[in-house]
């Protein structure tokens, strides 16, 4: 049973923002503002190539250096186990942003693609050590343009669970027989959501390693609760995850990105390597990590058969 509730009745009804003054007063706290004990901190290293596969990293550079506590990669990394895309089921929460398995495989398939993850005593060593893990990679082509896709493009079932196309009338017929017309291709830039709160994510594990709590800047809590338990293989009822607040998500914190996951992974491993340590993200790394919404092409026809009358065909994304 799902365990997201739906309740109606707020449509028409003037309706105050719970937490409209904690925010504009500055009492909210957020996730990056968490102050735990023993809080350290991880970075991101990141794939510089856009397809191929890992042949070998060499870390040792990074692990000499001071504060530094581990140095995770494929070869030591926690199990993860897959979990269920967001937007994949109806019957359960989903939350996680891909179905490549970070930290466990040796294939890249993007830029950014996390290959390693550095955690430190501070958010400075975590960084600075993060540049000196050096990689070696087998570059393999990268298909980079989608319009040199789009003639081995596959129609998906759906998008979100809506209908992948939708038809409505002849649209061609009618801008044929049009006496005046316009017909263009519009195509947006490349964005990322940047909003105002950066994403951010802290992990705590118990001493036993059977309890997970995470603060984390999502939209989606009961998706990423339902994620960390299938992905550590826990008890729905061991996992708590907390987002008091969001400073703005635009959607692109409704789904679990990569650092996430990788946040109680890191986690984990600092805490079994000795140092007794919670783990959180450092947000200079995360933006790779984030999928950005890439240039998108929109055909965007017009006609008017005579002076009273006029027809537009529904905007078109081709993909």
Same mark, same amino acid.
């Not at 809506?162 to 002849?170: H, L, N, S, T, Y």
């Not at 783990?279 to 002076?307: E, N, V, Y």
């Given at each position: ?6 309740? +109606? ?28 004990? +023993? ?8 794939? +510089? ?54 930290? =466990?495989?040796?294939? %890249? ?66 801008? =044929? ?24 994510? %802290? ?117």
């Amino acid at each position: 049973m799902s365990s997201i509730q739906v309740k +109606h009745g707020a449509v028409g009804r003037p309706v105050s923002r719970v937490d409209g003054v904690v925010k504009t007063t500055g009492k909210a706290t957020f996730t990056a503002e968490y102050q735990l004990d +023993h809080l350290a901190h991880a970075s991101l290293v990141p794939a +510089h190539i856009p397809r191929g596969s890992v042949l070998a990293i060499d870390d040792s550079s990074a692990r000499r250096l001071p504060g530094v506590l581990a140095v995770i990669t494929r070869e030591n990394a926690p199990k993860m186990r897959p979990a269920e895309i967001f937007g994949a089921t109806e019957t359960e929460p989903a939350a996680d942003a891909s179905s490549i398995q970070h930290l =466990a495989t040796d294939e %890249i398939y993007y830029y950014g693609q996390p290959v390693a993850v550095v955690v430190a005593e501070t958010r400075e060593q975590a960084e600075y050590a993060a540049t000196l893990v050096r990689v070696e990679y087998a570059p393999a082509e990268a298909k980079t343009s989608f319009a040199a896709a789009r003639g081995t493009a596959v129609m998906p079932a759906d998008v979100l669970g809506e209908p992948a196309e939708v038809r409505k009338g002849d649209a061609e017929r009618a801008l =044929a027989a049009a006496a005046h017309r316009v017909d263009h291709v519009y195509r947006t830039p490349p964005m990322n959501h940047n909003a105002i709160e950066l994403h951010a994510t %802290i992990a705590e594990w118990s001493a036993d390693g059977q309890h997970l709590t995470v603060y984390d800047a999502t939209q989606y809590v009961a998706g990423t609760h339902h994620m960390f338990a299938k992905k550590f293989g826990l008890d729905l009822e061991n996992v708590r995850v907390i987002a008091s607040f969001v400073g703005g998500g635009f959607g692109g914190k409704g789904t679990a990105w990569p650092h996430v996951t990788l946040a109680a992974a890191a986690a984990m491993r600092a805490t079994t390597s000795g140092s007794s340590r919670r783990s959180s993200t450092s947000m200079s790394s995360r933006i790779r990590s984030c999928a950005p919404r890439g240039s998108a092409p929109g055909r965007l026809p017009w006609s008017r058969r005579s002076t009273n009358s006029r027809t537009r065909s529904p905007w078109t994304r081709s993909l």
